[in-house]
């Protein structure tokens, strides 16, 4: 079974900077699309950013300009590059293929707050 690991969350103050990390147990990163999760209690999980293998990015229109998605495959982990972050980008954020597959990892808890 392919793991996805999420790491690299915690607690920030608003304006402030965190590096989220996926790490894959298999060659994920490189053969697929790959994505950022988050979900806030009481609402859906929703898509953060992705990165195709052919290296399309997408964001969603919260983050364009603070977060930047990359990739290394040597290392086989994607990362998210969080900047200027606000109350409401408080949430678990999560990594899995895009579209989604249905196994979803424990997530990595990010707060912003004062």
């Known amino acids: 079974q392919v793991q996805l690991v999420e790491s690299g969350g915690g607690l920030v103050q608003p304006g402030g900077s965190l590096r989220l990390s996926c790490a894959a147990s298999?060659?994920?990163?490189?053969?697929?699309?790959v994505g950022w999760y988050h979900q806030s209690p009481g609402k859906e999980r929703e898509l953060v950013a992705f990165?195709?293998?052919?290296?399309?990015?997408n964001y969603a229109e919260s983050v364009k300009g603070r977060f930047t998605i990359f990739r290394d495959n040597a290392k086989k982990t994607v990362y998210l590059q969080m900047n200027s972050l606000k109350p409401e980008d408080t949430a678990v954020y999560y990594c899995?293929?895009?579209?989604?597959?249905?196994?979803w990892g424990q997530g990595t808890q990010v707060t912003v707050s004062s």
């Open positions: 298999e060659n994920i990163v490189s053969d697929n699309a």
């Open positions: 990165i195709t293998r052919g290296g399309t990015i």
């Open positions: 899995n293929t895009y579209p989604p597959s249905l196994y």
